[in-house]
């Protein structure tokens, strides 16, 4: 049996959460003040994810790069990948806040979406 | 630009430009060589910017002579380069009973050099003109005549009205040898080699090299570094005058005075060191300026320092200006060891090198010299109708980048499109103050980088702080690294 | 020119107080200045998640958030310039710069003072060295990042661990840079809890707390930054000298709210947060002059300057609205007890209070298993027990307003030791 104390990022509140476990099994979850803390805590000692947010190239805007995230979250183990796949690509003006700029992002399923509107040139 | 020159000047600071901005009075090709990327690169940007009164030096010596004497120059200097200026007055604060004596003999020396209308001044008196000066003072000496300018215009305006003139200027060109070729000079910098009949050697804390590659006779500099901290604009008011303690055989002490755009100035240092080429602040000089700066001013609200800085002063051994023909080089002039009161001399230095240098070449006068040279145009310096009416005119005028001391991009525009003009962050600072305020260039310096780009056409990750290898961006995010 | 309420800055504050305005008075001409090309202020560049979970229930990136409020104003009587420097404030009259007007004044009624923050530099630091390029503060970091896309260095070490600090460790890694080392001067970080984790840990960064840089070494561009371990009164201990050889450093010492125009209008500031004192309508001490956000205090959830802005600016309208009576009876004053640095707002007039009251505050130091006290008068009215309170998390405690019928002269906020 082994305990690991985690910080759950899925709000400021920051709780801390005792996750206890034996072997791969989860024993137990203590120290979440909500569900969406519980469901962390669940995940992130077995396949941890995370939100990846970053800036990727446009053409003919009125700048040349536009904010950007993944949809949902994408295992952490693949953030770099995720990241090289953005930085590999290119979109086009006009983009608005919401528009998938790659459908499926480093074969993690997940689409990148645009954060920010930006106009054309 | 062919390189054969009548005179060429190295060091582009306020002794060169000084003396380059006399001679452009005369009939003679001259070249200004400076090591760094732009004017005012050296000592000339890390100083006290005090236009001092003359008291201290010793009499009948050249530092005596070129500080009264460019103190007298400056008002009507300061009139026809648009360079700001005040003459506020020092006091010389005297905090022990036992010291008084000092300052007597301060005054004696003031009135030997001819610096006019001088007082000491009771308990009371100080207490008056600076409400916040130590409770032990017992008396100060005040000289009216003593003033505040901003070093940077000064070099800048003496460089560009030479310039206007006929002067040329060449940058990042350290000059690597002199050498003596029978009637002329050969003066090799990394890209070119210059021709010449007579240098002047304005080279700061190298101006001893220069002058030991021509002469038996050997000089020393040694750098004396000073540390200063710059207090927030809020702080105007604090002192009214500059507040000197009195002298020490390093010189003139750790001042507390107004700067001529509204800071407060605290330092500097006087520490010795053996590297030319660095100018750190370093802990020690900044406990020494906290400390130095409370024997005479109570209460210096240190806790608004926006930014700390430091310079390197060339003290030559002799501890003398030594400004003169080098007797075994014929056609080498020096000037070695200029540093305080260096600032206030310049102009004084200028007229007497230039007229050293003219009778040796036998130089004439050209029939038409303009002194006056126009400072970038400030939009807040004017009247509301005049500014609204530049701004309909040329809108980039009421567009401001620097808030923290409300520059607009018309005049980062102007700093940059110039002749002699801004090519680097630090470049448009000195010309136009956009990141010298209370943010020290955080908001600005992004906005004021594209402007440099889009104006020079520099690219964006090639721009610098103040040039060389001081570029600022390292390449565009999504680059392969 | 001529406007009901003249709000200054269209950022998350700005913008948060002239929708609330406009909705409570839509016969009210409500005009922003704003000094960027674009609404939305600091958010445009906070590309990263955690803003609205409180307001929207979701996670949004700054710029979304930023979208979010955008939206509503075309449907309100709110008018906004862009590329627009305000000057100088009166108590009627605000003074303003751009291209196509000059410098033109403008009358208005009210006036809402959202100008944001700036942050510390190093020369404010006194951090002793050389002044090469590659220094910047982590904000300008940001920006050139995210919104001009350059790398501002390659090998980066970073003073601070506020929020800003340890967000950018995470997008300077992303974007391919070496991150060595944040540095904290204090024994605690003064960021989110999160952050640590999702900025710093997942990255492999570490944090070394109780650690300062005391040298910074190249001429032109950053060479190598020297760190040392502090003692308790934050001097650094000799002997414990690393250098970190490193192209840049990026400082995220703290946040100064922008009140330059304030103490022109002879707004009072408050020492402790460096902005305005308040009262419960976020009403300056000058009458008709409000404000909220940053430049009211640094806050850490943008939710918090939503939600304080738009109480500014329903305030700011029903100023401009009707003339009620004179309030007579002394407001009540708000205190910071033990262990609170400062509160939100200073004083209440109980009368102008509808639903509830919400005093934020910060805690001067970290606190474990320690007790928020809320004294009416002296006396306690409510204790309740906080795990853990650190001066990086904004705290609040809400009055209800039949509560504060209860109050006679002051309310003091105070942090018991467990």
Known sequence: MDTRELTCINCPMGCRITVTMDGGNIISIEGNTCKRGEVYARTEVTTPVRIVTTTIKVNGGVSDRVSCKTRESVPKEKIFLVMEAINKACCYAPVKIGDVLISDCAETGIPIVATKSLEKK | MNNSYDIIIIGAGVTGAAIARELSRYECRVLVIEKDEDLCSGTSKANSGIVHAGYDAKPGTLKAKMNIRGNGMMPVLAQELDIPFKQIGSLVVCTDESMRSGIEELYQRGLTNGVPNMKILGREEVIQMEPNISENVVCALFAPNAGIICPFRLNIALAECANQNGVDFVFDSKVLSVEKKGDHFEVTAPDEVYRCSAVINCAGCHSDELHNMVSDRKLHITPRRGDYMLLDRSTKGFVNHVIFPQPTRLGKGILVTPTVHGNTLVGPTAIDTDNKDEAPVTADGLTQVSAGSARNVEGVPLRQVITGFSGLRAHEDSGEFILEEVSDCPGFFDCVGIESPGLTACPAIGEYMASQVSAKLSLTLKKEWNPICHDVKKPFEMSANERNALIKEHPEYGRIICRCETVTEGEIIDAVKRPLGARSLDGVKRRTRAGMGRCQGGFCSPRVMEIISRETGIPLDEVTKNGGNSKILTGRTKDEI | ?418
């Open chain 3, 1 to 418: 020119m001529r406007s009901d309420i003249v709000i200054v800055g269209g950022g998350p504050a700005g913008l948060a107080a002239a929708i609330a305005a406009a909705k409570e008075n839509s016969s009210l001409d409500i005009l922003i200045l704003e000094r960027d090309s674009e609404l939305g202020g600091i958010l445009n560049q906070c590309i990263h998640n955690g803003f609205g979970l409180h307001t929207f229930n979701e996670e949004l990136t700054g710029p979304e958030y930023a979208a979010r409020f955008e939206e509503q104003l075309a449907g309100l009587n709110i008018r906004y310039m862009l590329n627009t420097m305000v000057l100088d404030v009166e108590s009627s009259k605000v003074t303003a710069i751009n291209s196509e007007e000059g410098v033109f004044e403008v009358e208005c009624h009210a006036i809402v003072l959202c100008m944001g923050c700036r942050e510390r530099p190093r020369g404010a630091l006194n951090i002793p060295g050389l002044r090469p390029a590659g220094i910047f503060t982590a904000g300008t970091a940001q920006r050139l990042v995210n919104i001009e896309g350059y790398m501002p260095g390659r090998e980066v070490v970073i003073l601070g661990s506020g929020d800003i600090g340890l967000i950018m460790a995470r997008r300077m890694t992303l974007e391919g840079a070496k991150v060595k080392a944040v540095c904290e001067l204090m024994p605690y970080s003064g960021g989110l809890k999160r952050n640590i984790v999702q900025c710093l840990d997942d990255f492999n960064i570490p944090l070394l707390l109780s650690h300062t840089v005391i040298d910074i070494k190249g001429k032109e561009r950053v060479t190598s930054v020297v760190i040392a371990e502090v003692d308790s009164s934050l001097k650094p201990i000799p002997g414990t000298e690393q250098e970190i050889t490193c192209d840049t450093l990026l400082l995220s010492c703290g946040l100064i709210p922008e009140n330059e125009l304030s103490r022109a209008a002879d707004v009072k500031i408050n020492p402790a947060t460096n902005g305005p004192v308040v009262n419960e309508s976020f009403e300056t001490s000058v009458p008709g002059i409000f404000s909220c956000g940053n430049v009211l205090h640094v806050h850490d959830l943008v939710d918090y300057v939503s939600e304080e802005s738009s109480r500014a600016g329903r305030s700011a309208a029903k100023f401009v609205s009707y003339n009620g009576p004179e309030y007579s009876k002394p407001a009540i004053l708000i205190k910071a007890g033990n262990g609170v640095r400062y509160t939100v707002p200073s004083n209440v007039r109980d009368i102008n209070v509808e639903d509830d009251l919400i005093i934020r505050f910060r805690s001067g130091n970290v606190y474990k298993n320690a007790y928020v006290d809320v004294l009416f008068d002296g006396e306690v009215k409510m204790h309740r027990k906080k795990q853990i309170i650190t001066p990086g998390e904004m705290e609040q405690v809400i009055i209800k307003r039949r509560d504060l019928d209860e109050v006679d002269s002051d309310i003091t906020i105070r942090i018991m030791e467990g």
